[in-house]
């Protein structure tokens, strides 16, 4: 059992890592190019337009596993910058102020800048015997 789970721990984590991608993505998908339809300013603010690119292309690089860590990074703060923005003010609760979305990403996307792509990410493909 010990090797099976040391096995496929690494390989869990990219599908961790390139499931929160695609996901993250959508929400910049559906700031900037309004798909899928999702209810919403159609003209955004500055704020929501850097949001939604780092969304879709921060997403992306997620997703295929490219630059893991300092994206994960970045995104992780852009999550509680928007928790604390959006969210908090609220209400104290995340359950009410509806802040669990980006509370969930803030702490995946930290998880990944520590932990990197694993096993099928383009930054292991690219340097396979770095610590990635």
Request: aromatic share 12%; with cysteine.
């Given at each position: ?90 209400s104290f609760f995340p359950l009410v102020n509806h802040g669990e979305g980006a509370i969930l990403y803030c702490f995946i996307f930290l998880y990944l800048a520590f ?18």
């Amino acid at each position: 059992m010990e090797t099976f789970i040391a096995t496929w721990t690494p390989r869990l984590l990219s599908v961790l890592r390139i499931m929160s991608g695609l996901l993250f993505m959508e929400h910049g998908t559906a700031k900037l190019l309004h798909f899928p339809q999702a209810q919403g300013p159609t003209e955004l603010p500055p704020l929501l337009l850097v949001a939604g690119v780092l969304e879709l292309a921060g997403g992306a690089l997620v997703a295929t596993g490219l630059f893991t860590r300092i994206v994960a990074f970045v995104l992780s703060g852009e999550m509680a910058i928007a928790y604390f923005m959006a969210h908090a003010p609220n209400s104290f609760f995340p359950l009410v102020n509806h802040g669990e979305g980006a509370i969930l990403y803030c702490f995946i996307f930290l998880y990944l800048a520590f932990a990197g792509g694993g096993e099928w990410s383009l930054d292991r493909a690219l340097r396979p015997n770095a610590k990635i």
